[in-house]
């Protein structure tokens, strides 16, 4: 069983930072995708960022420019940078990696932002 675990989640207040981490059990080195999503009660489940199998980076319009993702192989850990962070990226922050046809979750950490 993979285990995938995120952590680094809290509260912010608008402007500021967080780093939000994934650490999983199995090696990411052939991982054909590993995403960040988001969702908030009531919404549906949103794509925040990705790392395609040709390690390319896609964002949504809506964190593009603020949100980094990246990977660290070494540790087989995703990672998610966020920065100028906005009441609206309030959410529960979940990653989700693919190796062939299999699919893991991580539990999901809550990002509150607020004044």
């Known amino acids: 069983q993979v285990q995938v675990v995120e952590s680094g989640g809290g509260f912010v207040q608008p402007g500021g930072s967080l780093r939000l981490s994934c650490a999983t059990s199995?090696?990411?080195?052939?991982?054909?995708?590993m995403g960040w999503y988001r969702q908030v009660p009531g919404k549906q489940r949103e794509l925040v960022a990705e790392i395609t199998d040709q390690y390319r980076t896609n964002y949504a319009d809506s964190v593009m420019g603020r949100f980094t993702i990246s990977a660290d192989n070494t540790n087989n850990t995703i990672y998610l940078q966020m920065n100028s962070l906005k009441v609206e990226d309030t959410a529960v922050y979940s990653c989700?990696?693919?190796?062939?046809?299999?699919?893991?979750w991580g539990q999901g950490t809550q990002v509150t932002v607020s004044s």
């Open positions: 989700q990696l693919t190796w062939g046809g299999d699919h893991y």
């Open positions: 199995r090696s990411i080195f052939r991982a054909n995708f």
